[in-house]
């Protein structure tokens, strides 16, 4: 087996695509398991809204552009991706399995675990959805509970609580059609904002309490998590796109105009505030709007109606009637959003709790460029779909069998 055919064993492909752009990552793992970014694109569209294809032709040239970017980069091919789904797809179930543990010896192997998980599956998830993730919650071995994973452990009835994140398989048929246009084999899927917090979060800030945001173009995203556990999951209908369009038409300039005064300046604030670009009477932030004829009081208006709102919609979903457990971490924002100067400011004078912008973590060859907010998802895709693939051929096993059946029936959809 030569070098070439090696490395492309060792080679990982992630795909997030959002509202505005697409950003594909190719990563590999080294012999002592560093992941290791070898190429980045990015496209940038206006054929995605709310997670539904409206322009297919916009999207698969954002993601060509960006496929052809990422592997002159890595001088290799592009291998089969894993894509992030936006939480507007996705729904959540809760469930219980129970398997028995029948082998001389009754210790309690891989095979049970993933026994017990699909008669979880069966039971709750719809006919017409598919799992994207799970999220196991606890494990019981004869009616005991048990810290950590069961396997090894001697007993004769094992259990398991489950939380199953679906999106449903005609969205997924679509986007899979639509990238097989562009030549892009799909093999996995997986929760853009649960793929983030896996990066971004630790486990001692899940503990204690702590929301991930992703605030996107179009939509974005909440993940709120107590006592170690996703307590809650939601995709907020707003986005950066909602305050360009609002200054746009509120001020009467145009989108390009709008899009540089959301990226300059941001929140307005007097001088000193804690929030962000102040309007110095002389400052560079002043000409700006003197250059497109805006008066400061009506940019702070048009701009701080909709900020606030974002955060009151967040503080809506962090707030939600019967969760337990607080949330001393803060919040934890990443996404294109994040670098708007003052928005996290705005969400902790708002919410009362910090809010942090959360960089991917450091991988390996990840350009200086895309060590941002904006890019902490694809990073985070890349980052776990190396990780399974190095694990799944260490054990000498494939991705678990409820996981390999959501791909098997999209394909099975695709051919009828």
């Known amino acids: ?28 793992a080294d012999p002592a398991g560093v992941v290791k970014v070898i190429g980045v694109g990015t496209g940038f569209h206006r054929g995605l809204h709310r ?28 291998p089969p991706v894993v894509i992030g789904i936006p939480g507007t797809l996705c729904s959540s179930y809760a469930a219980r399995g129970v398997a028995a543990v029948k082998r001389p010896g009754r210790r309690v192997e891989a095979a049970d675990v993933e026994r017990a998980l699909d008669a979880a599956a069966a039971v709750v998830i719809p006919p017409e959805r598919r799992i994207v993730d799970r999220l196991i919650r606890t494990y019981l071995l004869d009616g005991q509970m048990i810290e950590g994973s069961p396997i090894g452990l001697a007993g004769s009835r ?34 853009q904002v649960l793929a983030a917090a896996r990066m971004v979060l630790a486990p001692g800030q899940r503990q204690l309490g702590v929301v991930l945001v992703d605030l996107g173009a179009g939509q974005t995203d909440v993940a709120v998590f107590r ?7 939601a995709c907020l209908p707003v986005g950066t796109d909602n305050l ?8 009467g300039i145009t989108r390009e105009q709008a899009e540089q005064l959301v990226r300059e300046i941001g929140c307005p604030a007097p001088v000193n505030s804690p929030l962000g670009a102040s309007l110095e009477e002389d400052g560079p932030n002043m000409a700006l709007l003197d250059d497109m004829q805006v008066e400061p009081g009506e940019y702070s208006d048009v701009f701080m109606a909709r900020a606030e709102e974002i955060w009151q919609l ?13 949330l001393s ?31 991917p973590e450091y991988l390996k060859g990840l350009p200086e460029a895309c060590q941002s907010p904006a890019y902490a998802a694809a990073a985070a895709l890349a980052q776990d779909r190396v990780r399974s693939m190095t694990q799944s051929q260490a054990v000498g096993t494939s991705r678990p069998a409820s996981l390999n059946v959501l791909w098997q029936k999209v394909r099975e959809w695709l051919k009828s």
């Open 1 to 28: 087996m030569g070098e070439t055919q090696l490395r492309g064993e060792r080679l990982a492909a992630a795909l997030d695509i959002g509202t505005s752009k697409a950003a594909v990552i190719i990563a590999e």
């Open 51 to 78: 997670g539904e294809i409206t322009d297919a032709e916009a999207l698969i040239r954002a993601v060509m552009e960006a496929v052809i970017k990422a592997e002159r980069m890595a001088q290799a091919a592009l």
């Open 244 to 251: 360009v369009r609002d200054l746009s038409a509120g001020l």
């Open 314 to 326: 967040v503080r809506s979903h962090t707030n939600r009637e019967g969760s337990g457990g607080s």
């Open 227 to 233: 006592d170690g556990q996703l307590d809650t999951m």
């Open 158 to 191: 094992l259990e398991v609580d489950v939380q199953f994140i679906t999106a449903p398989l005609s969205a997924l048929a679509e986007l899979v059609n639509c990238l097989g246009q562009a030549g892009i084999e799909v093999d996995e899927a997986a929760v």
């Open 329 to 359: 971490t803060g919040i934890r924002l990443v996404g294109g959003g994040a670098l708007v100067p003052g928005m996290a400011a705005l969400g902790a004078q708002l919410l009362g709790m910090p809010v942090d912008a959360s960089l």
